[in-house]
């Protein structure tokens, strides 16, 4: 064909393997990493994390925008996916609840999708050659291209990407008069882990991640939170510098995904790139001081290195993967600084790890000098 209808879409991927479906959403041509999410439920809160920003979402489950779409199921206040494949497309949706329609929250934003192909073998494809990048195009099926366009595409490894969606001025969320304030680094935060503090009692400010921690420490935080992000941990050296100087000042410090690569990074201790992510909303974990399991949400393709944490005197590891048994949280020796490579806001996702919140706002009422109970 040399000429494609609105109703076409062509995805092609780095190695070569193209499919055509059914155009969903914006029209345009994007590219980015191709990844996969195991989710069955929870779409509209994947498709507005920022740690998405720069890949090319495929959806295992095979129905997506039989719901809708819903204002109070946000992360951030745009989808951040460069585009999305699915199987099946819904233009119908219901559900209870002032709801609308996926296709048309897709246009707003200006992200593309395809549908309609076999997302199944898609996966097992991926599974089996690694994460790489593709394009996705709702305007053209000319193969020749859309080649040359995806080798100007840019690889993940190295790639810096967080600047691109942390917030341009802090803001305050909480109630002003709370006995707790936490100072929030943005590097693609989640807004879930904000609405967990404030439940807990906290004032939380959202900072941008380009902030000094002399203009953090001046609004008197008694605790930092680092917040997840999309890209390479390892390509944010300022950042990582940034972050032990926050560690440095001796206040409670809790990191979440890529908060918690740039905590290990701080001290000396490795990230590699996945052969292919975790993403999902029932990867399981098991907490090495209880030994318990959690069922948890996970969004991450690079991780801390097992070997590299094993050998670090400062560093201990607290949570494994039970998947792969790759490093899924960590706690600095003699600080009140720990951190885990999955979501405990769990948006979407079971709520099994949600204690952690509770861990840390501990360590903050410890650090005030007020007692608390020996709940975990």
């Not at 585009?83 to 002032?98: E, L, Q």
């Not at 292919?276 to 399991?293: D, E, I, Q, S, Y």
Request: include cysteine.
């Amino acid at each position: 064909m040399s000429q494609s209808t609105e109703h076409t879409a062509v995805l092609l991927l780095a190695d070569g393997t193209a499919y055509t479906g059914k155009a969903v959403g914006a029209v345009g041509t994007t590219t980015g990493e191709i990844a996969f999410n195991t989710a069955m439920t929870g779409y509209q809160e994947v498709f507005t994390d920022p740690s998405y920003h720069g890949q090319i979402l495929v959806m295992a489950t095979a129905h997506i925008g039989n719901y809708g779409v819903h204002d109070e199921e946000t992360e951030s206040n745009k989808i951040h996916v460069a585009g999305v494949v699915t199987r099946n497309f819904s233009s119908v949706y219901s559900r209870k609840g002032p709801v609308s329609s996926l296709d048309d929250y897709f246009k707003r934003d200006g992200i593309p999708g395809i549908s309609g192909i076999d997302t199944r073998a898609l996966i097992r494809h991926i599974r089996d050659k690694g994460a790489m990048n593709a394009v996705l195009s709702t305007e053209t099926d000319d193969l020749e291209a859309l080649k040359k366009i995806l080798e100007e595409a840019p690889d993940m490894q190295g790639l810096q990407l967080s600047s691109e969606v942390t917030c341009a001025q802090a803001y305050e969320q909480g109630d002003p008069g709370a006995d707790m304030r936490v100072a929030a680094l943005d590097f693609g935060l989640k807004s879930s882990l904000v609405r967990c503090l404030v439940d807990r009692g906290c004032l939380v400010k959202v900072f941008p991640m380009h902030a000094t921690v002399r203009e953090m420490e001046e609004w008197e935080p008694d605790g930092y939170l680092l917040s997840n992000g999309p890209g390479d941990p390892s390509a944010m050296e300022p950042t990582i510098a940034l972050v032990k100087e926050v560690i440095d000042t001796g206040k409670p410090v809790f990191g979440i995904c890529l908060g918690h690569q740039l905590i290990a990074l701080s001290h000396g201790v490795h990230t590699v790139k996945m052969f292919n992510g975790h993403r999902g909303v029932n990867h399981p974990v098991v907490n090495l001081a209880t030994g318990k399991g959690e069922i948890t949400s996970q969004n991450h393709g690079f991780t801390v290195d097992r070997k590299s944490a094993e050998n670090s005197e400062g560093i201990r590891i607290t949570h494994k993967n039970l998947n792969d048994e790759s490093v899924a949280g960590i706690a600095l020796e003699g600080k009140p600084v720990f951190s885990v490579q999955y979501h405990p806001e769990a948006s979407a996702g079971p709520h099994d790890s949600r204690y952690l919140f509770d861990h840390f706002v501990e360590n903050i009422r410890l650090s005030k000098g007020v007692e608390v109970s020996d709940s975990q």
